[in-house]
């Protein structure tokens, strides 16, 4: 595999944001509505991405509709259709224009219980619905104090990422978060993304050979205007996924700006 070179473009730029449990639907459609009028600002190379809450994503599919902003969910069902109270279907997201479904959040793994066998299972769901996947992985900081970090991330991928076929993974967009850099202001280094990014990238291409080449890796913790040039100047990081300064039009805008 040739040395992965941001020269040659060969991946997308991708800059999602998260919104997490935030803003009511007006405000959700107030901050779509700002980020639409600043994307003359956003580079035509780099994608942006936003993912509101689902009760968000009709008005906010309206909001942003003639604009080159794609639109996420944060998570799916495991399951197709069917009893399961208060759980939203891959199905049910598509209508709206979505592209991408974020799976796998270290906060859907901690507070939920997301286990490898439901990512498995929603996994399935998403590509069933013509969706990409966000896929999460990362360390928590005892982890990374004990030198295991390697060894987690290379976990999630196997149990997961594996369990797809070559086509599949030819879309798949991979997250690194390290738990410890999520919301806590603390980010990992320039230098510390990128070492285990190759990492990742390296874990991928053990199993999809060349192909991993071109999957788009997005570092996410505490990212924001200040800090993303510096580790979006990284070889292997190709983007962010941004929680907090996503709320805020102009820190988003002004992280996809920083490439
Ligand atoms: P913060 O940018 O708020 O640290 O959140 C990162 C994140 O979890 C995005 O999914």
Known sequence: MGQPSKKFKMR????????????????????AIALKALMTEVPSDVELVIAPPFTHLDAVSKAIAGSAIALSSQD???????????????SMITPFGAKYVILGHSERREYYGETSATLNNKMAQVYANGLIPIYCIGEKLDERESGKHFDIVKAQIEEVVYNLTPE??????????????????????????????????????????????????????????SNAQEIFSKADVDGGLIGGAALVAADFVGIAKSF
């Open 12 to 31: 997308n730029k991708i800059v999602a944001g998260n919104w997490k449990m935030n803003t009511t639907p007006a405000e959700g459609v107030e901050l």
């Open 76 to 90: 799916c069902a495991a399951e197709t259709a069917g009893a399961y109270t208060g759980e939203i279907a891959a």
């Open 168 to 225: 599949q993974f030819d879309a798949v967009v991979i997250a690194y978060e390290p738990v410890w850099a999520i919301g806590t202001g603390k980010t990992a280094s320039a230098d510390q993304a990128q070492e285990i990014h190759a990492y990742i990238r390296e874990v991928l291409a053990a199993k999809f050979g060349d192909k991993a080449a071109k999957t788009p890796i997005l570092y996410g913790g505490s990212c924001k205007p």
